[in-house]
């Protein structure tokens, strides 16, 4: 089946650093799947932060990036300089239209900037 | 601002019991899921539906069963609870299609003594 690994369980960045969350797929269908990130922020519901759905696009929000390595299978975020604002929980997530279109998502990334 | 809707927001109850979720969404989308996140913070999918159709039906216990009573409601009913049964659990709503950003609700959290 489906399956999504991120390796970082916890990340601590000090603020206006670089981040990088490492995110690779796994996926069983012959086309290529839709790639998701969602975050939840304290306090709040799982809300998506960024999705792609074409190979080789980079999609963008909050001053986050990720793209669509099809060759890598790899969807890593990326964001240049981090603020305090951004602690939350990041997932990495993947749909395909052959899996009914649920989300398969990552373990999850915990991410803590100091101020 | 909140489109999707669950209750309770937090329940305990004891094993054996019976217990319903319910969950709704005001988004006017025809696609709903339910997903449940354990003690280690996995989301894994348990059920989806489109216009009131069962499209997805994980591996999960047959005390496990999703109501849908029109495309804005799926309830989610466990009878009879096991431990292993304490988790949140997430409902989500999307138009169909994979590329459509699914929705969630805030979670119902379910503690099984």
């Known amino acids: 089946g489906d399956s999504v690994t991120q390796t970082e369980g916890q990340v601590t960045v000090s603020e206006s650093k670089s981040l990088i969350i490492n995110c690779t797929y796994s996926a069983t269908s012959i086309g290529y799947p839709n790639l998701f990130w969602y975050v939840r922020y304290p306090g709040e519901g799982l809300q998506l932060l960024l999705k792609v759905i074409t190979a080789g696009q980079k999609g963008s929000s909050r001053g986050f990036e990720a793209t669509y390595n099809k060759e890598a299978t790899s969807f890593h975020l990326q964001k240049a300089s981090v603020q305090e604002s951004d602690s939350a929980v990041y997932y990495c997530?993947?749909?395909?239209?052959?899996?009914?279109?649920?989300?398969?998502f990552g373990t999850g990334t915990s991410l803590l900037v100091d101020p | 601002e909140t489109a999707v809707f669950q209750t309770p927001n937090y329940h305990v109850t004891q094993v054996g019991n019976e217990v319903s979720f319910n969950c709704k969404q005001t988004l006017g989308h025809d696609t709903m899921y339910w997903y449940k996140q354990d003690s280690k913070k996995l989301l894994k999918i348990m059920f989806s539906y489109n216009n009131k159709q069962l499209i997805v039906n994980e591996t999960v216990p047959r005390r496990f069963s999703p109501q849908s009573s029109d495309k804005a409601h799926l309830n989610l009913r466990i009878k009879s609870v096991e431990p292993e049964d304490s988790a949140v659990y997430l409902c989500?709503?999307?138009?169909?299609?994979?590329?459509?950003?699914?929705?969630f609700g805030p979670g119902t959290r379910l503690l099984v003594l």
């Open positions: 997530a993947l749909s395909e239209c052959n899996m009914g279109y649920k989300l398969t």
């Open positions: 989500a709503s999307s138009t169909w299609g994979g590329q459509d950003t699914q929705y």
